[in-house]
């Protein structure tokens, strides 16, 4: 679904004479009306998602700032940084002249950016359906639209690769993937969820909850999973919390503990998401294996 807001007047003659006087084009899971070519377009994106899609798409050079997360690929730490989803720096954004935008849809950038004359396009990718229909999207603003699908293509195959690499004793387990603090979860429902399930295993936090809920240690540990997933920062002392030392997960030692890079891959639903899915693989099979 495409949401064109109200267009606003150009507010600078510095932007690009065949870009349209436009205020903010949403796409909340649809295909983005193509932006007047340009040879060289001037971007910033506000998430690090959004980052990678571009460079995935080729038009990694036409980066002229990014968010403070985005750090792939690495010639982007280079780039000016423009704060995050809660503190985007408008007037720094505004001297960065782009005439393309990329920003998610719980930014409080858009509507700021586009009442000055900012093109502003907004994507929603916390599913795997939505992931590809941001690509699609922004293939088809950047005149890239064969390679968006290949992109796209590619991923699929990347999954089917990752889950055939499955251990056959792993397939069918249980599983808890933490997130962040909270403790907050992935749920079967969001990105990350769809991707433990094509790999053949369980989740123990329900759809239904959220995409990212919330969740009680004593759910966990009701939920007995036979695996764990999150951050090595925040999965050191899982046996101090309340009902975990006895959960067979620690006592089988069957916990995945992700470093901030592996935990950055995982978290972030981009064009990396196959390559997610067979780090998930490698640090599953390398637990000690144990029988039913």
């Known amino acids: 679904m495409v949401n064109a807001l109200t267009s606003l007047p150009m507010a600078r003659s510095r932007l690009h004479p065949t870009v349209p006087a436009l205020a903010m084009l949403g796409l909340l899971g649809g295909l983005a009306a193509p ?44 780039l000016p940084k423009v704060g995050g989803l809660q503190d985007a720096q408008i007037e720094r954004i505004v001297a960065l002249r782009p005439d393309m935008v990329l920003l998610g849809p719980r930014s409080r950038a858009g509507e700021r ?18 992931l590809k229909r941001m690509l699609l999207s922004v293939g088809q603003s950047l005149g890239e639209s064969a390679r968006a699908a290949e992109l796209v293509a590619r991923i699929e195959r990347e999954l089917d690769a990752a889950a055939r690499r499955m251990p056959a004793h792993l397939r069918g387990r249980s599983v808890y993937v933490e997130v962040g603090v909270g403790p907050t979860a992935a749920s079967a429902a969001s990105f990350i969820g769809e991707t433990i ?18 969740v009680s240690s004593e759910m966990v540990v ?21 009902g975990w030392s006895g959960m067979k997960a620690l006592r089988q030692h069957q916990v995945c503990q992700l470093d901030a890079e592996r935990m950055d891959l995982l978290s972030r639903p981009g064009p990396r998401l196959g390559e997610a899915a067979h780090m998930l693989v490698d640090c599953l099979a390398g637990l000690p294996q144990v029988l039913r």
Request: charged fraction near 15%; hydrophobic fraction near 45%; aromatic fraction near 2%.
């Open 35 to 78: 932006i007047a070519h340009a040879q060289q377009h001037r971007i910033v994106t506000l998430s690090p998602s959004l980052t990678e899609a571009v460079c995935a798409l080729g038009h990694c050079a036409e980066l002229v700032g990014t968010d403070r997360h985005s750090s792939w690929p690495g010639t982007v730490a280079r």
């Open 113 to 130: 950016l586009a009442a000055l004359g900012v093109p502003v396009q907004v994507f929603d990718a916390r599913t795997h359906a939505d």
């Open 197 to 214: 399930a094509r790999l053949g295993l369980v989740n123990i936090v329900p759809g239904d909850m959220g995409l990212f809920p919330r």
């Open 222 to 242: 009701r939920g007995a999973p036979d695996l764990v997933i999150g951050p090595a920062a925040s999965l050191m002392n899982l046996a101090e919390r309340p």
